[in-house]
């Protein structure tokens, strides 16, 4: 459905008096789909806090089990909806992996992730990390210290695995890059190879969210990158240290989405909006009064039918502050961020970066021209939908008008490049010239063929 249709039935509705604050509902029993992390914070909270039912929405969120049954749920209708990778509705609208085409109206955060290392890879990789006046490591942590370690396993010839959460998930597009940025080659995906490990320094594997601990303690990887409380939980058991989150790797940088299928919201487009709202004000909550409300939201997020952590794990990166090694708590305010920032609108430059990854290392085979990139973001991020949707809640009093970027063409301003773990400026209106100023990966007309790179 294009921008001018949605703006006319949200504008019809506002116009109704008998419409006026609840939209007249296509579909009000819905179930949404999630997995057990943190930023799955807004539908808890849209649930507990009764947002959805405001809406006139009857809801049930139920668990799953990893993130392609959640997808697979989504795409066969048994879930209405699910807590999303922000990869898996560009993955599928694009025909990776599986062929739906999958629609955002709303991005669920920014940040929330972090690499984590094995006590063993750490105490190898200290004497290559700088340290302050007070003799703690100096973050951000570059993957040129891990660099000789990795090497030294090389020679001894045992691979160095790592552990990430999905093909197309944030997780490992930010430990390529944080590798990338460190000289280490994380590996070439190819149409005949999609294990992701073609010309790899180091070996990346999938492992889903609660049992990188566990996998990491075993031996069967060296380290992983995943969202919360997973990192924190290595340093509560004493078997792992994170070595840098993703607000230091690129300040401020997009997570997870709530995902529906196109055909979803063209048949259900009041639902859609009114599902879009009780989300914005759950995650105007999370962030309100300076996160005054999140020690109520890691009490919701610690029960057992959501992310089922241990409270304080969880308050360990939800409340303000990260801890690195036991005792070295450091303020990362940011650390977790639900509505500053403009964090719930679907930005299309948020997309093209996820894009652009997937042609960096091989998922997209074939080089792409600047216009693909633009009309494949705006065929999946809907920032029409998520404007009808605030501008109800402004006229209900339930938000302010300075909340929403009203005027936005869909893109953020760039990122500068002091803002990234490698120094290089992201920005979204100029992907393929990005991918050029990227040491590695591949760029231009570049493809794998077998094991190479070819030009």
Same mark, same amino acid.
């Given at each position: 459905m294009?921008?001018?249709?949605?703006?006319?039935?949200?504008?019809?509705?506002?116009?109704?008096?008998?419409l006026? /604050?609840?939209?007249d509902?296509?579909?009000?029993?819905?179930?949404?789909? @999630?997995?057990?992390?943190?930023?799955?914070?807004p539908?808890?909270?849209?649930?507990?806090?009764?947002y959805?039912?405001?809406?006139?929405?009857y809801?049930?969120?139920?668990a799953?089990?990893?993130?392609k049954?959640?997808?697979d749920?989504?795409?066969?209708?048994?879930?209405? /909806?699910?807590?999303?990778?922000?990869?898996?509705?560009? %993955?599928?609208?694009?025909? &990776?992996?599986?062929?739906?085409?999958?629609?955002?109206?709303?991005?669920?955060d920014l940040?929330?992730?972090?690499i984590?290392?094995?006590?063993?890879?750490?105490?190898?990789?200290?004497?290559?990390v700088?340290l302050?006046d007070?003799?703690?490591?100096?973050?951000?942590? $570059? %993957?040129?210290?891990?660099?000789?370690?990795?090497?030294s396993?090389?020679d001894?010839?045992i691979? @160095?695995?790592?552990?990430?959460?999905f093909p197309?998930?944030?997780?490992?597009?930010?430990l390529?890059?944080?590798?990338?940025?460190?000289?280490?080659k994380?590996?070439?995906?190819?149409?005949?190879?999609?294990?992701?490990?073609?010309?790899?320094?180091? &070996?990346?594997?999938?492992t889903?969210?609660?049992?990188m601990?566990s996998t990491?303690?075993?031996g069967?990887i060296?380290?992983?990158?995943? /969202?919360?409380?997973?990192?924190?939980?290595?340093?509560?058991?004493?078997?792992?240290?994170?070595?840098?989150?993703?607000?230091?790797?690129?300040?401020?940088?997009p997570?997870k989405?709530?995902g529906?299928?196109?055909?979803?919201?063209e048949?259900?487009?009041?639902t859609?909006?009114?599902?879009?709202k009780?989300?914005?004000r759950?995650?105007?909550w999370?962030?309100?009064?300076?996160?005054a409300?999140?020690?109520?939201?890691?009490?919701i997020? $610690?029960?057992?039918?959501?992310?089922g952590?241990?409270?304080?794990?969880i308050?360990?990166?939800?409340t303000?502050?990260?801890e690195?090694?036991?005792? =070295?708590?450091?303020?990362?305010?940011?650390?977790?961020?639900?509505f500053?920032h403009?964090?719930?609108?679907?930005?299309? $430059?948020?997309?093209i970066?996820?894009?652009t990854?997937?042609?960096r290392?091989?998922?997209?085979?074939?080089p792409?021209?600047?216009?693909? @990139? @633009?009309?494949t973001?705006?065929?999946?991020?809907?920032p029409?939908?998520?404007?009808?949707?605030?501008?109800?809640?402004? =006229?209900?009093?339930?938000a302010?008008e300075?909340?929403f970027?009203?005027d936005s063409d869909?893109?953020k301003a760039?990122?500068?490049a002091e803002?990234?773990?490698?120094g290089?400026a992201?920005?979204?209106r100029?992907p393929?010239?990005y991918?050029?100023?990227?040491?590695?990966?591949?760029?231009g007309?570049?493809?794998?063929?077998?094991?190479?790179?070819r030009?």
């Amino acid at each position: 459905m294009n921008t001018f249709k949605w703006l006319i039935t949200s504008t019809a509705l506002i116009a109704s008096p008998a419409l006026a /604050g609840m939209l007249d509902l296509e579909k009000d029993e819905l179930t949404f789909g @999630f997995i057990k992390l943190t930023d799955m914070a807004p539908l808890a909270v849209a649930y507990e806090q009764g947002y959805f039912e405001d809406e006139g929405l009857y809801v049930t969120i139920e668990a799953q089990a990893n993130w392609k049954v959640l997808l697979d749920g989504v795409i066969d209708g048994q879930l209405d /909806g699910a807590h999303m990778l922000a990869g898996q509705p560009i %993955a599928a609208t694009i025909g &990776y992996g599986t062929q739906a085409h999958i629609i955002t109206p709303f991005s669920m955060d920014l940040n929330g992730n972090a690499i984590t290392v094995s006590n063993d890879i750490w105490e190898q990789m200290k004497p290559n990390v700088p340290l302050m006046d007070d003799g703690r490591p100096q973050h951000p942590i $570059s %993957a040129a210290a891990l660099a000789p370690v990795v090497e030294s396993y090389k020679d001894q010839g045992i691979a @160095f695995n790592m552990g990430m959460v999905f093909p197309v998930s944030t997780h490992n597009y930010e430990l390529r890059y944080w590798l990338a940025a460190g000289g280490l080659k994380p590996g070439y995906y190819s149409p005949e190879d999609v294990s992701g490990q073609i010309g790899a320094d180091v &070996y990346l594997s999938v492992t889903p969210p609660p049992q990188m601990p566990s996998t990491m303690e075993a031996g069967t990887i060296f380290g992983y990158c995943v /969202g919360e409380p997973w990192n924190q939980q290595a340093v509560f058991k004493g078997i792992g240290v994170p070595v840098i989150t993703d607000y230091e790797l690129w300040k401020n940088n997009p997570e997870k989405v709530f995902g529906i299928t196109a055909e979803f919201a063209e048949t259900n487009p009041n639902t859609t909006l009114a599902l879009t709202k009780a989300l914005i004000r759950a995650a105007m909550w999370l962030d309100e009064n300076d996160n005054a409300n999140r020690a109520e939201a890691v009490e919701i997020l $610690s029960r057992s039918e959501y992310v089922g952590a241990d409270a304080d794990v969880i308050a360990n990166s939800m409340t303000g502050t990260f801890e690195y090694e036991k005792g =070295d708590v450091r303020a990362v305010p940011d650390f977790n961020t639900f509505f500053r920032h403009n964090a719930t609108y679907p930005y299309y $430059s948020d997309a093209i970066w996820y894009l652009t990854q997937m042609r960096r290392w091989g998922q997209i085979a074939e080089p792409k021209t600047d216009e693909w @990139f @633009f009309d494949t973001a705006r065929d999946i991020y809907r920032p029409d939908i998520y404007l009808s949707a605030a501008r109800l809640l402004v =006229d209900d009093g339930l938000a302010a008008e300075a909340d929403f970027p009203w005027d936005s063409d869909g893109f953020k301003a760039p990122t500068p490049a002091e803002d990234i773990i490698d120094g290089i400026a992201y920005d979204g209106r100029t992907p393929n010239a990005y991918l050029e100023s990227l040491p590695i990966g591949l760029k231009g007309t570049q493809t794998i063929v077998g094991n190479e790179i070819r030009d």
